[in-house]
């Protein structure tokens, strides 16, 4: 079974960037799954943030993180990195990682389509 764990979180200055690490055992990245990053800020929704198919590298990202938030994956560690850059107050959350199995990029980050979800970690950005 599919298992993802999480880490790189911590506090930092609005501005500033974070890299998370999501580190998958149980498939290989030479298997077709669909790696996603979600957030969940305090009283509000679990959102999608960006996913990575394992299958050609094909990416995508919500409206609000393109361009200042990179998703990539390194096949050799099955690991999937998300570099958060210039981060807002407003993005504190915890963070997670989840996998679905698939060849394409989830239809509008639906989370409700992965399968397997790591513990999260916690993003905190001051102001």
């Known amino acids: 079974e599919a298992q993802l764990a999480e880490s790189g979180g911590g506090v930092v200055q609005a501005g500033g960037s974070l890299r998370l690490s999501c580190v998958v055992s149980?498939?290989?990245?030479?298997?077709?799954?669909?790696i996603g990053w979600f957030r969940q800020a305090p009283g509000k929704e679990r959102e999608g943030v960006s996913e990575?198919?394992?299958?050609?590298?094909?990416?995508d990202y919500a409206d609000s993180v393109r361009g200042r938030f990179t998703i990539s994956s390194d096949h050799a560690k099955n690991t999937v990195y998300l570099q958060m850059n210039s981060l807002k107050p407003e993005e504190t959350a915890v963070y997670y990682c989840?996998?679905?199995?698939?060849?394409?990029?989830?239809?509008?980050?639906?989370?409700?389509?992965?399968?397997?979800w790591g513990q999260g970690t916690q993003v905190t950005v001051s102001s």
């Open positions: 989840a996998a679905t199995i698939g060849t394409n990029v989830v239809v509008e980050l639906s989370e409700q389509e992965f399968n397997y």
């Open positions: 149980g498939f290989t990245f030479d298997e077709n799954w669909v």
């Open positions: 990575i198919a394992t299958y050609d590298g094909s990416t």
